[in-house]
């Protein structure tokens, strides 16, 4: 079954400090890999996909993140970090249902706090 | 820019209570989806529909059922709410086979006294 590890609960970076966020995901085929932000009392919001193609995938609000298929992860990273990007962070790996449908897996999330 | 809109941002209901959820979508997305948000936890798919009527059981549905009677309403149904069912509850919706990304709702937080 598919699976998204995001081995960090929760990390403290200095404002326009660097940022990387952890993603392992467990996964047969190609994935479709998404990050996905959530800010305080809202839904979430897409920061960027990977189905194909680059590897290095840009996204909004200044963030990348890098497939590696041999490392099975899909990371977040931004060079200098804002103080509004305090917020929880999803990875999320798509998956194919009984239908043939496809739908999300997400881990468990990472709560970023930025200190200024 | 789609927009899922959840009914109620926060709902208090009783022990046993028939409850539902609603939400809408206005872009004609032919997925919709409901989920369960949980600390420690993420997001965790209850039930999915991707066309009027038809729906598919997600990671979590004991105790839950949906309906979607049509394209742009898709509700999610406690049938006797109890105590372990207070959570944040997200709705999303998608085109197409479910390949491209989600757009969620705001959360509707329900507590069950």
């Known amino acids: 079954a598919q699976s998204v590890t995001q081995p960090d609960i929760h990390i403290t970076v200095s404002e326009g400090a660097s940022l990387e966020l952890r993603c392992n995901y467990s996964?047969?085929?190609?994935?479709?890999l998404f990050w996905y932000v959530q800010s305080p009392g809202q839904g979430l919001q897409l920061l960027l996909k990977?189905?194909?193609?680059?590897?290095l995938v840009q996204g909004i609000k200044g963030f990348e993140a890098e497939f590696k298929r041999s490392q099975s992860s899909f990371n977040l990273r931004k060079p200098s970090v804002h103080w509004s990007d305090a917020a929880e962070y999803f990875c999320?790996?798509?998956?194919?249902?009984?239908?043939?449908?496809?739908?999300?897996?997400f881990g468990s999330g990472t709560r970023l706090q930025v200190q200024p | 820019d789609v927009k899922v809109t959840q009914s109620s941002r926060y709902l208090v209901k009783r022990t046993g209570e028939k409850v539902f959820l609603e939400c809408v979508q206005d872009?004609?997305?032919?997925?919709m989806f409901w989920y369960r948000q949980d600390p420690g936890l993420g997001l965790r798919l209850i039930y999915f529909s991707y066309d009027v009527k038809m729906k598919e059981k997600g990671d979590i549905p004991e105790g839950y059922s949906v309906s979607r009677e049509k394209k742009e309403r898709f509700s999610l149904i406690l049938e006797s709410a109890s105590t372990n069912q207070t959570s944040m509850y997200l709705c999303?919706?998608?085109?197409?086979?479910?390949?491209?990304?989600?757009?969620f709702g705001d959360g509707t937080r329900l507590s069950i006294l």
């Open positions: 996964y047969g085929a190609t994935p479709y």
């Open positions: 872009m004609d997305h032919e997925n």
């Open positions: 999320a790996v798509g998956r194919i249902m009984d239908t043939g449908r496809r739908a999300l897996t």
């Open positions: 990977y189905f194909s193609g680059d590897t």
């Open positions: 999303a919706s998608s085109p197409g086979t479910g390949d491209q990304p989600q757009h």
